[in-house]
């Protein structure tokens, strides 16, 4: 086992629990970073209660501020251990995190958990969505215009809402495409660029309501270890951390009519029809935005369905 051991998350080292099975499967010394003071300490005291505060070090810092001569005095650790693994896979900066750290803190060709991960994007139909995020009438009043405000332009969280997307019932329109694949060995921040094209074609009919995101990772090179948000793989305890990313769709291909109403136009599609997926990345690829076409506009650039 490699005789130093680098464990830090997204702001925090949180409970400690990942430092703890560290040391437990034979690393010589753990150090822990955690910028906020008041989890910095509670960490301390979890790893006290359990044995292992002569093994573990808990840096109050964030990973950014932090030297390597501070770990050990040897220029950098051996292992990099991290969980800034967010709903949407690189939303809690995790490129820019663990591209400093490798750069900055780790012995060259030092192993990096996780290796490698993908984030997948799926065209999903669901009438329990549809209801619960438009309005129609009530009490015999038409209040169909109050949709101009829907927002097809944002992610939100399943957890944020407190359900489990597995337990509603929806139809895959697409397969899983792969918006976005790396390696945490050598990405950095702005590697995905702006914006990436996906021609796909539906495997079913009907309305596209959402896209879906969910990611999978891998703790070694050969990708035998493997976690996934998948909600068709996932379990409760996962989908309660992480959970999925949905976002509302409306067509982007069909122009308005002057003196339109501005209520999202619904995006429909038939089994075996040719559709293209855009993505739109900020300059970190923390964030992302998605548009659905009808055709293939694969000629605009950008990276295919590889499912």
Known sequence: MSSFFLSFFS??????????????????????????????????????????????????KLSTDVEPEELGGRGGADVMVSEILGTVMLGESALEYVSDARDRLLQPNAPIIPDSGRQYATLVSSKEIQEI?????????????FNVLQDTTSLVFTKQYGFR???????????AICVADIDFNSANPGDLGETAVFPTRAVAGGVGH???????????????LRMSTDPQQTNFPRDMQWGQALQLVEDNTVERVEGA??????FEVTAGEDITMMVHFNSDNVVMQFMMKHGDHGEEGGMQDEN
């Not at 430092?19 to 006290?48: D, P, W």
């Not at 997307?165 to 397969?175: P, Y």
């Not at 969910?214 to 070694?220: L, P, T």
């Open 133 to 145: 995020t438009a309005v129609k009438a009530w009490g015999g009043i038409d209040l169909s215009l």
């Open 11 to 60: 702001f925090s080292c949180g409970s400690g629990l990942l430092s703890i099975i560290s040391a437990s499967l034979g690393a010589k010394h753990v150090y822990a970073i955690e910028a906020n003071c008041h989890l910095a300490q509670l960490a301390r005291n979890i790893i006290a209660a359990n044995g292992f505060q002569h093994k573990i070090t808990v840096i109050n």
């Open 261 to 266: 109403s501005g209520v999202p136009i619904p």
């Open 165 to 175: 997307f597995s337990s509603i019932d929806s139809t895959s329109l697409t397969k």
């Open 210 to 224: 959402v896209v879906m995101c969910h990611w999978e990772v891998f703790g070694d090179p050969e990708k035998t």
